[in-house]
C-alpha cells in the first residue's frame, strides 16, 4: 500500500460569503487567533504525516506563497533581537526547501476542477486533499485519524460529521452501510441535495483521501450543482470501480469561509489558548449579560 506523502489545498475561491473582508485578502490568509486559516490546515496535514504540499491557487493569492516562504530577512532580525519564541515559533511552521508546489486554476470553475488542476503534482500516488474554509480541533487531527483508517482499508477515506438535516443542502452528502474498522462503508454520495432528499444527515467536512484513479474521472467531469465541475459527482464515477469508507470525525470543525464560522473558530481556539482563555471567557461572560448598547439607548429614550 503506498503511504500518503501528498496533500492538495485548493486555496483558489474567490471568498465570495466573506466581502468585503475578502476585496483584497484572500480569505484562507484571515486570522483565527494568532495564525492564518490555512496554516491550520496544513499543520493539520504535517501531523498526519504529509510531506509535500500542494497549493491550487488563483490571482491575489500570492501572499499565501510569501507566508510558507522562509522569510530570511525576518528570520535574522529576530535572532538579532533576542526573539528567540517567536522565531522558534516560525521554524515549527516553515516548510522545508521543496516541500511545497504552486499551481493556478485559471478559472473558477469548481472544486472537482480545482482538485484535477493539481494531477501533475499529485502524480500516480493516493493523496490527501483539504478543504482549506474548514479548520478542526488540534487536538484530535481528522487527517491523522484518517490516515490510521486508510492503513487498514486502503482505498478511498472520505471523513464525515452530522449536520442539521435543514442545512443537508449546502454540503456533499453521504449514505451510510456497513461499519468497517474505524469507518463505514460509503454507500452513495450526492452534492447539496435538494430538500428532503438527502440520504443521511453525513456531510463531506473536507477531508478526503483518494487515489489518482480520481483525475482521469475528473477530466471528462461535466458540471453538476451549481453549475460547477463538482468532486463528489467524480467520487461517485470512482466509486463503481473502488471502495470508498467514511471516517465519522468525532472533534468540532468550523467553517471559516463564513462570518458566523470564522468568528465561532476564533472564540473556540482562544478558549483553548490558556494564556487567552480566562480573559476573553470573562468578556464573553460580561458582555452576554450586558444589554446590548442600542437597546441601552432605546430605553434611556
Ligand atoms: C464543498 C464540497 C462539499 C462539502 C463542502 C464542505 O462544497 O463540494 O461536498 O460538503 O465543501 O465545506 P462548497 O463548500 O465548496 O460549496
Same mark, same amino acid.
Given at each position: 500500500m503506498k503511504k500518503i506523502r501528498k496533500a492538495v489545498f485548493p486555496?483558489? %475561491? /474567490? %471568498?465570495t460569503r466573506f466581502l468585503p473582508a475578502t476585496k483584497a485578502i =484572500?480569505?484562507?490568509?484571515?486570522?483565527v487567533v494568532d495564525r492564518p486559516v490555512i496554516q491550520y490546515v496544513v499543520d493539520e496535514a504535517r501531523e498526519a504525516g504529509i510531506e509535500h504540499f500542494i497549493f491550487v491557487t488563483g490571482r491575489n493569492k500570492a501572499v499565501i506563497e510569501d507566508h510558507f516562504d522562509l522569510h530570511f530577512e525576518l528570520y535574522d532580525t529576530l535572532e538579532r533581537r533576542g526573539k528567540t519564541t517567536q522565531l522558534e515559533r516560525l521554524k515549527g511552521m516553515q516548510p522545508d526547501a521543496g516541500q511545497t508546489s504552486f499551481t493556478r486554476q485559471?478559472? =473558477?470553475?469548481?472544486l472537482g476542477h480545482a482538485v484535477w488542476c493539481a494531477r501533475d503534482l499529485v502524480g500516480d500516488e493516493p493523496f490527501a486533499l483539504l478543504l482549506p474554509d474548514m479548520i478542526m480541533e488540534t487536538e484530535k487531527s481528522c487527517l491523522k485519524e484518517m490516515v490510521a483508517l486508510y492503513g487498514e482499508t486502503g482505498n478511498n477515506i472520505v471523513a464525515v460529521q452530522e449536520c442539521d438535516p435543514a442545512e443537508a443542502h449546502k454540503y456533499g452528502i453521504v449514505g451510510k452501510g456497513a461499519d468497517v474498522h474505524s469507518g463505514f462503508e460509503i454507500t452513495g454520495m450526492v452534492e447539496k =441535495?435538494?430538500? %428532503?432528499?438527502? =440520504?443521511? &444527515? /453525513?456531510? /463531506? &467536512?473536507g477531508r478526503y483521501i483518494l487515489q489518482p484513479e480520481i483525475f482521469a474521472i475528473l477530466e471528462n467531469q461535466e458540471r453538476g450543482a451549481g453549475n460547477e465541475i463538482q468532486l463528489t459527482d467524480a467520487m461517485l464515477k470512482l466509486e463503481r470501480l473502488q471502495r470508498f469508507y467514511g471516517y465519522h470525525y468525532k472533534g468540532r470543525t468550523f467553517d471559516c469561509g463564513s462570518p458566523e464560522g470564522f468568528i465561532e473558530a476564533n472564540i473556540a481556539f482562544a478558549l483553548w489558548n490558556p494564556e487567552m482563555r480566562d480573559r476573553i471567557g470573562a468578556l464573553i461572560d460580561e458582555l452576554f449579560s450586558e444589554m446590548h448598547p442600542a437597546e441601552r439607548q432605546k430605553v434611556a429614550g
Open positions: 486555496v483558489a %475561491g /474567490l %471568498g =484572500p480569505k484562507e490568509m484571515l486570522t485559471q478559472e =473558477p470553475l469548481g =441535495p435538494a430538500a %428532503g432528499t438527502a =440520504p443521511s &444527515n /453525513l456531510f /463531506l &467536512n
